[in-house]
């Protein structure tokens, strides 16, 4: 389909490994964010890309969080050194900033991770 | 990080009957929005409100932007089985009367119906 999508589905690691999440969003969508969801929780803001502007990094919780967004499309998330509290959903959205004042943020399905 | 204080947590109700969530935020914002989420899948917007005062209806959903730009509702009229799921409130503060930009969440609000 060509909605956002995320891989893998489900990631289970060891506590104090590195793992990377991946997000491809909707063709020609310009923004792009990353939120977690914990169990139980609403989604929390981690960080967001909107073309070629410096990335808002103000959600994310740690040095051991990062991500990068590889020409203009695909993101990657990145956890260091992981610990069971990073155990969440991590939902990616994407949106068109067109030249209207309006953006509808789509969301993918998620990643699943668990840190044992 | 911030979130909005969303109320109730969750809610059993019969099919047929009408269903009321608000959320409620100590600061303002520009655009209120209204998800649901089904399981395994990412949130999926309802509705989106960018005028304090706005009520918006999409079919069996009715949705309103508090005046005060602090407050928003959901009512869901006449339930039906597929509501079932988790509902969110979101509110974006944008800048410059835009509405782009991060997402703050509600806790959610579990919602299940019996047939």
């Known amino acids: 389909g060509a909605g956002v999508s995320q891989s893998p589905s489900n990631k289970v690691t060891?506590?104090?490994?590195?793992?990377?999440?991946?997000?491809?969003?909707i063709s020609g969508h310009t923004a792009l964010y990353w939120y977690r969801q914990s169990l139980g929780q609403g989604l929390e803001f981690l960080i967001y890309f909107q073309g070629n502007s410096a990335p808002d990094k103000s959600g994310l919780p740690s040095d051991r969080f990062s991500a990068?967004?590889?020409?203009?499309?695909?993101?990657?998330?990145?956890?260091?050194?992981?610990?069971?509290?990073?155990?969440?959903v991590y939902l990616c959205a994407s949106s068109l900033r067109s030249a209207g004042l309006k953006e509808t943020q789509y969301f993918g399905p998620g990643t699943r991770l668990l840190v044992l | 990080g911030q979130q909005l204080n969303q109320s109730p947590q969750s809610m059993f109700i019969q099919e047929g009957e009408d269903v009321s969530m608000n959320c409620t935020s100590s600061s303002i914002f520009n655009t209120w929005l209204w998800y649901k989420q089904d399981p395994g899948e990412g949130p999926v917007l309802l509705i989106a409100l960018y005028k304090a005062g706005e009520l918006t209806s999409n079919?069996?959903?009715?949705?309103?932007?508090?005046?005060?730009?602090?407050?928003s509702f959901l009512n869901i009229s006449a339930s039906i089985p597929s509501d079932v799921g988790i509902y969110f409130c979101a509110g974006q503060k944008g800048a410059g009367g835009t509405s782009y930009g991060k997402l703050t969440f509600g806790q959610g609000t579990i919602l299940t119906v019996h047939p």
Do not use: M
Not at chain 2, 59 to 71: C, E, S, Y
């Open chain 1, 68 to 88: 990068e967004r590889t020409g203009g499309s695909v993101s990657t998330l990145t956890i260091q050194r992981t610990q069971q509290e990073d155990s969440a």
């Open chain 1, 14 to 25: 060891e506590k104090g490994k590195d793992v990377e999440l991946r997000c491809d969003p």
């Open chain 2, 59 to 71: 079919g069996r959903l009715t949705a309103q932007f508090g005046i005060t730009r602090k407050d």
